[in-house]
């Protein structure tokens, strides 16, 4: 069985500074890793994945990943926010071949000018 | 190219009544899987489908059911609604050989 636990509920972050959101998660065999992001009255849009080889994984945005196996982590960086990252952030595993994705708790990203 | 479309958007319901939720997958996809959103949490895995067959299901009861039909297309049904079914249900559907899911908008149900 997957778990993913996200360690800060909100983080609040002024503009153009940098934010790490922290996820770590349990497995027993070999996981895939996903971040995903909710805005606001919507579903949720994939910012990056981590399937296999380099540990850095870049997405979209400007946010990027590094999955530290000994840690069991996949903590998420964006080097400058913008009020526009302002939503809700989740980090997901999926750990079994039929695709199910287990799910963190999520972390509000509140950016202020 | 549309992407993965839920219908309705938004639904109120009484307790102890059914409803039924549906989701057209995204062009090429054929797996779609179903997720329940209590608000202020994560999302729950339900169940996915493949084929017309219910593939894997997670921890819910039997008062929630799905079909697929031939276009891949989906529907979620759940019977004798609980406030606490009150959630945001998300579709995502996927290519059978890829790792990425897509993630429609969203039914809000709302049980009064």
């Known amino acids: 069985a997957q778990s993913v636990t996200q360690l800060d509920s909100q983080v609040p972050v002024f503009e153009e500074a940098p934010v790490e959101l922290r996820c770590n998660y349990s497995?027993?065999?070999?996981?895939?890793l996903f971040w995903y992001v909710q805005y606001p009255n919507q579903g949720l849009q994939l910012l990056l994945k981590?399937?296999?080889?380099?540990?850095l994984v870049k997405g979209i945005n400007g946010f990027e990943a590094e999955f530290n196996k000994s840690q069991t982590s996949f903590h998420l960086r964006k080097p400058s926010v913008h009020i526009s990252d302002t939503a809700e952030y989740f980090c997901?595993?999926?750990?079994?071949?039929?695709?199910?994705?287990?799910f963190g708790a999520g972390t509000q990203v509140v950016v202020t000018p | 190219d549309a992407g993965v479309t839920q219908s309705p958007t938004h639904l109120i319901k009484t307790r102890g009544q059914q409803v039924t939720l549906r989701c057209s997958p995204k062009s090429g996809h054929d797996t779609v899987s179903w997720y329940q959103q209590a608000l202020g949490q994560g999302p729950q895995f339900i169940f996915q489908?493949?084929?017309?067959?219910?593939?894997q299901r997670g921890n819910f009861p039997d008062r929630f059911s799905g079909h697929q039909f031939p276009n891949y297309s989906s529907e979620l049904n759940v019977n004798a609604l609980l406030l606490g079914d009150s959630a945001l249900y998300l579709c995502?559907?996927?290519?059978?050989?890829?790792?990425?899911?897509?993630f429609g908008p969203g039914t809000r149900l709302t049980v009064t």
């Open positions: 995502a559907s996927r290519a059978g050989g890829s790792h990425e899911q897509y």
């Open positions: 489908y493949y084929e017309e067959e219910e593939r």
């Open positions: 997901a595993v999926r750990g079994d071949s039929w695709g199910k994705l287990q």
């Open positions: 981590y399937l296999s080889g380099s540990t």
């Open positions: 497995s027993s065999v070999s996981v895939y």
